[in-house]
């Protein structure tokens, strides 16, 4: 089976708990709040994932850093079937699929979008409002930078793209030079 189905898999348990107790928006907060401390601090990572140490050594120090951290009862014995099923290396994973199944519930779709240049929040907000029109579902957008596109945005969601790019019109008008086709 691969990981992201594994992945998936823990996400959707997670979930459907989360259901049960109407906290979501909470629990997806909670692992993904664990997920972060664990890849930002590589000697965590590797002692958590990693092949030294005993399990019952990983498991103490789990305890440890969730009473400080203080997460829901559901979240910490989840970490800890992750910690016993030797799948802590997933969580990335599970944080990706378990806030795509938050969104989905929320019936919202997420979008990628990405400029050459820095946007405003209010043009991040039309950009957004144009998509939900366009797509019938409510946006959660990731904005990021890439000035290879040179200007413009591209905006990923799901299989749809929309590249109103520079880097893609000088791509095309080239093509169509080679081609032939310029009108």
Same mark, same amino acid.
């Given at each position: 089976?691969?990981q992201?189905?594994?992945?998936?898999?823990?996400?959707?348990a997670l979930?459907?708990?989360?259901?049960?107790d109407?906290?979501?928006a909470?629990?997806?907060?909670?692992?993904?709040?664990?997920a972060?401390?664990?890849?930002?601090d590589?000697s965590?990572?590797?002692?958590?994932v990693g092949?030294?140490?005993?399990?019952?050594?990983?498991k103490?120090?789990?305890?440890d850093?969730?009473?400080?951290?203080?997460? %829901?009862? +559901?979240?910490?014995?989840?970490?800890?079937?992750? @910690? &016993?099923?030797?799948r802590?290396? #997933?969580?990335?994973?599970?944080?990706?699929s378990?806030?795509?199944l938050l969104d989905?519930?929320?019936?919202?779709?997420?979008?990628?979008?990405?400029?050459?240049?820095?946007?405003?929040?209010?043009?991040i907000?039309?950009?957004?409002?144009?998509?939900?029109?366009t797509?019938g579902?409510?946006?959660a957008?990731d904005?990021?930078?890439d000035?290879?596109?040179?200007?413009?945005?591209?905006?990923?969601?799901g %299989?749809? +793209?929309f590249?109103g790019?520079i880097?893609?019109? @000088? &791509?095309?008008?080239?093509y169509? #030079?080679?081609?032939?086709?310029?009108?």
């Open positions: 089976m691969s992201k189905k594994i992945a998936r898999k823990y996400a959707s979930m459907e708990l989360a259901k049960e109407k906290k979501e909470r629990y997806g907060e909670e692992i993904l709040s664990f972060t401390l664990l890849k930002n590589k965590i990572w590797n002692f958590f092949p030294a140490g005993s399990l019952d050594i990983k103490s120090a789990l305890k850093i969730l009473l400080k951290i203080k997460f %829901s009862k +559901v979240v910490n014995n989840f970490l800890h079937l992750l @910690l &016993d099923k030797e802590l290396v #997933l969580i990335g994973e599970i944080v990706e378990y806030h795509l989905e519930a929320e019936g919202k779709v997420r979008a990628k979008i990405v400029s050459a240049a820095p946007l405003t929040k209010t043009e907000d039309k950009i957004v409002e144009r998509l939900s029109a797509v579902k409510k946006i957008a904005v990021s930078l000035t290879d596109i040179i200007g413009g945005i591209v905006v990923y969601v %299989s749809l +793209v590249d790019s880097r893609t019109q @000088l &791509d095309n008008i080239g169509n #030079l080679k081609k032939g086709q310029i009108d």
